[in-house]
């Protein structure tokens, strides 16, 4: 099994321009997130889904978006990149509720 | 309410040593309490989680202590060796949170050989 995969590894984006973050998994988890990790910081949840069609906001949202029209992909869209958006992205997915969360390997976004 | 506080921010153990991690929260109806190790330029990993209805929980040389009274749990690496360096991240969860993870803020750790 993949896993989680998330695409792509790495992206320079100019100030104002748009992109969507992939995310997909195959071990059918209904629980999809999205992080991001500042150096030296810990993980803020951005958005969050609970299953297809389904998507919520988490502690960071402003300036993203997700949909969740299948159960094995969750993707992140920015739509006007701005420098604090500078991080790395992670999206996780899990079975359910007191479940352990599978990571991607993250996706490493620089906006200048 | 939600908040989970890690310490310390960084830490150096020698090879052979001790290496211990604590994190206090403040949401009682947290149930749910697993660590995450994290290598450099990769995703979390799930370490090892406990449920409040035990003390202690260990697998090999990571173990965690669970203080349900003081609202505080740590991890425990005995005999740290280089390879465990990496920064590691509690967390906690319960029914009120859903399914969302709160995340400690990390703690970085360098094993010197």
């Known amino acids: 099994n993949a896993g989680v995969t998330q695409t792509p590894k790495f992206r320079i984006l100019k100030i104002g321009q748009s992109m969507t973050l992939q995310c997909t998994q195959d071990?059918?988890?209904?629980?999809m997130y999205w992080y991001r990790q500042d150096p030296g910081m810990g993980l803020k949840l951005i958005y969050y889904s609970v299953g297809a069609g389904i998507t919520d906001k988490g502690e960071v949202p402003n300036g993203y978006n997700v949909s969740r029209s299948t159960t094995e992909d969750f993707p992140l869209r920015l739509e006007l990149a701005a420098p604090s958006q500078t991080s790395v992205y992670f999206c996780?997915?899990?079975?359910?509720?007191?479940?352990?969360?599978?990571f991607g390997s993250g996706t490493r976004l620089t906006v200048v | 309410q939600q908040q989970v506080k890690q310490s310390p921010q960084s830490l150096i153990v020698q090879k052979g040593g001790i290496s211990i991690i604590n994190c206090a929260y403040e949401?009682?109806?947290?149930?749910?309490f697993p660590w995450y190790q994290q290598f450099p330029g990769k995703g979390p990993a799930l370490l090892i989680a406990i449920r409040p209805d035990v003390s202690e929980k260990k697998e090999g040389r990571f173990t965690i202590s669970f203080n349900k009274s003081a609202k505080q749990f740590s991890l425990h690496i005995m005999d740290s060796q280089p390879g465990d360096s990496a920064t590691y991240f509690c967390a906690a969860t319960g029914e009120t949170s859903g399914s969302r993870l709160t995340f400690g803020e990390g703690t970085q750790l360098t094993v010197n050989p």
């Open positions: 071990m059918n988890h209904n629980y």
């Open positions: 949401n009682t109806a947290f149930d749910y």
């Open positions: 996780a997915s899990s079975s359910g509720q007191n479940y352990g969360y599978t």
